[in-house]
């Protein structure tokens, strides 16, 4: 999954892509460079930030939507409000990614209502706003799979296939860095609730907080961390860098697939 961010504030690649053409033409690098899906995000939620409007977040997200639905490759929106959903799935997104795990009202009908969307359900302690001030668990694997668990029963309650939903531990979101590193140690334990894991390690603080490397200066850092999440059972890896990501990717799957003989 190739991270495409029409924000001016994202923690990465704010303001490089907030014209909807500096968004396509970097969704098509994407593409070229053999992405699988794209995702588009007009709302920053990096620690600290603060929500948009509809419309705002509308005129970012819906063009560029528009202006790369037509090389065909699969389209998810990061959003959590139900405004931009219905528009978004209009426009042709086929996923909408959910950093509130649909608790947003209106959210939750919104998904049910359409029958073909899939939607990925992430773990996140606190809010955006808040979410780094004072993060604390009792067990922090434990307790990111209940909630999981229990937004997958409600959302299969509120006639969400379990087959259209993908789940996210939400690394960096209200959590520390001992806390995310625990949570990729013990990955694996999430897929006993059979539901797809997405991964998004993609240069995030925690990579920056082991290395000391500025953010734009993290490729090292995140495609090993996206490596052990696929090894630990991740089905997608939500990045910025594709090509390096999926080079590192096939090769993973050349050497665990190979049948030569010791």
Do not use: W
Not at 62 to 75: E, F, H, M, N, R
Not at 217 to 224: A, F, G, P, V
Request: net charge neutral; aromatic share 2%.
């Amino acid at each position: 999954m190739g991270i495409i961010n029409v924000t001016p504030d994202s923690f990465s690649d704010g303001g490089k892509y907030l014209s909807a053409q500096q968004a396509i033409s970097h969704g098509k690098k994407l593409i070229d460079e053999g992405v699988d899906i794209l995702d588009i995000g007009g709302e920053s939620t990096r620690p600290g930030s603060h929500p948009v409007s509809v419309s705002d977040e509308l005129a970012r997200v819906i063009p560029v939507l528009k202006g790369l639905s037509k090389y065909g490759t699969p389209i998810s929106v990061d959003t959590s409000k139900p405004e931009v959903m219905k528009q978004a799935i209009d426009s042709g997104a086929i996923m909408i990614n959910d950093v509130h795990a649909l608790k947003n009202p209106g959210t939750l009908e919104t998904i049910a209502s359409h029958p073909d969307i899939h939607v990925c359900l992430m773990h996140m302690q606190g809010t955006p706003q808040n979410m780094q001030m004072n993060p604390q668990y009792r067990n922090i694997v434990s307790e990111v799979k209940d909630f999981l668990q229990q937004r997958i029963e409600i959302c299969i309650k509120a006639g969400i296939e379990r087959h259209r939903l993908i789940i996210d531990p939400g690394f960096g979101f209200g959590k520390t860095l001992q806390h995310n590193l625990t949570l990729l140690n013990h990955l694996e334990q999430l897929s006993t609730l059979k539901i797809p894991i997405l991964a998004g390690l993609s240069r995030k603080s925690m990579l920056g907080a082991i290395t000391g490397n500025p953010v734009e200066q993290r490729i090292h850092e995140s495609i090993t961390a996206a490596l052990l999440a696929i090894i630990k059972g991740a089905k997608i890896i939500r990045v910025h860098d594709v090509k390096a990501s999926k080079d590192a990717l096939t090769t993973l799957t050349s050497i665990q697939n190979s049948d030569i003989n010791p």
